[in-house]
Nanobody, 124 residues
Framework: QVQLVESGGGLVQAGDSLRLSCAAS????????MGWFRQAPGKEREFVAA????????WYADSVKGRFTISKDNAKNTVYLQMDRLKPEDTAVYYC?????????????????WGQGTQVTVSS
């Protein structure tokens, strides 16, 4: 069982940066792939980024590639999402998720555990 708690969301202007954090409970954090997803009002939840157990492999949605960076600190049981050059279309609730052995890291149904989400709002 893994419990995830996101933090770091807020209201920023276009071009600003934010860093989201996701703290995980449990001693087996290092055995999970971690992902970030987001959901804007009226839209389906979409993949943002994912990272492998060791942190050596990372995957990004095309819409955030080059602007967002996912990282993982297994010693601190925390995964981060550094978001730079934010755009109004990045506005959404951002969710952290954990998966034991996902066949596809960009699909939400591959993830077993989810956080409650944190709101990110980017004004133009």
């Amino acid at each position: 069982q893994v419990q995830l708690v996101e933090s770091g969301g807020g209201l920023v202007q276009a071009g600003d940066s934010l860093r989201l954090s996701c703290a995980a409970s449990g001693r087996t954090f290092g055995s999970y792939y971690m992902g970030w997803f987001r959901q804007a009002p009226g839209k389906e939840r979409e993949f943002v980024a994912a990272i492998s157990r060791s942190g050596t492999s990372k995957w990004y949605a095309d819409s955030v590639k080059g602007r967002f960076t996912i990282s993982k600190d297994n010693a601190k049981n925390t995964v981060y999402l550094q978001m730079d050059r934010l755009k109004p279309e990045d506005t959404a609730v951002y969710y952290c998720a954990a998966a034991g052995a996902p066949a596809r890291t960009n699909e939400a149904n591959q993830y077993n555990y989810w956080g409650q989400g944190t709101q990110v709002t980017v004004s133009s």
